[in-house]
T-cell receptor, first 113, second 110 residues
Framework: EAEVAQSPRYKITEKSQAVAFWCDPISGHATLYWYRQILGQGPELLVQFQDESVVDDSQLPKDRFSAERLKGVDSTLKIQPAELGDSAMYLC???????????FGPGTRLTVL | KNEVEQSPQNLTAQEGEFITINCSYSVGISALHWLQQHPGGGIVSLFMLSSGKKKHGRLIATINIQEKHSSLHITASHPRDSAVYICAVSRGNTGNQFYFGTGTSLTVIP
């Protein structure tokens, strides 16, 4: 069964360092989402792509976060510099289109020391 | 105020019990989703519904559009059902953005 892949699964870094997360959506899925989930809370959307274009990045802290999906397939989310408050689970999801069911990856758990 | 509210926040049940988790929302939606998140973080979609009722194995999800309320029921609960159950709504007007509840942490004791 096709799955959304994410790497790394776990990342520990010191504050002020740069980190990057990778997501490979299910083949053929045009829409890709990055979510951040702080412990004890529901996920919140950081950025949504439709193919290679950003559809919604209103909640993305653009001073330190960036995301790209250059060829409209896999995507990278970067944080530079990381801050203590960035410790969270970063989830990637994909769907066939904007109205389709979302399929989630296993997530990357980030710990900033 | 969160657009999606869930109750209870935490739930402990004995194996075999019938479990109900409730979700209320305050915005217009195109669909409501029930998601399951196990320790370790991965999220699995259980149901996507816009009306009525859906059943999958021991899980049943219902939605009342007029009352803006949904319930997730688990019959004959089992310890492997222990997880966080998250209600989310998609609005469809901004590219299927999800609004998530904070989740219900379920523990089923053998």
């Amino acid at each position: 069964e096709a799955e959304v892949a994410q790497s790394p699964r776990y990342k520990i870094t010191e504050k002020s360092q740069a980190v990057a997360f990778w997501c490979d959506p299910i083949s053929g899925h045009a829409t890709l989402y990055w979510y951040r989930q702080i412990l004890g809370q529901g996920p919140e959307l950081l950025v949504q792509f439709q193919d290679e274009s950003v559809v919604d990045d209103s909640q993305l802290p653009k001073d330190r976060f960036s995301a790209e999906r250059l060829k409209g397939v896999d995507s990278t989310l970067k944080i530079q510099p990381a801050e203590l408050g960035d410790s969270a689970m970063y989830l990637c999801a994909s769907s066939w289109d904007r109205s389709g069911e979302q399929f989630f990856g296993p997530g990357t758990r980030l710990t900033v020391l | 105020k969160n657009e999606v509210e869930q109750s209870p926040q935490n739930l402990t049940a004995q194996e075999g019990e019938f479990i109900t988790i409730n979700c209320s929302y305050s915005v217009g939606i195109s669909a409501l989703h029930w998601l399951q998140q196990h320790p370790g973080g991965g999220i699995v979609s259980l149901f996507m519904l816009s009306s009525g009722k859906k059943k999958h194995g021991r899980l049943i999800a219902t939605i009342n559009i007029q009352e803006k309320h949904s319930s997730l029921h688990i019959t004959a609960s089992h310890p492997r059902d222990s997880a966080v159950y998250i209600c989310a709504v998609s609005r469809g007007n901004t590219g299927n953005q999800f609004y998530f509840g904070t989740g219900t942490s379920l523990t089923v004791i053998p």
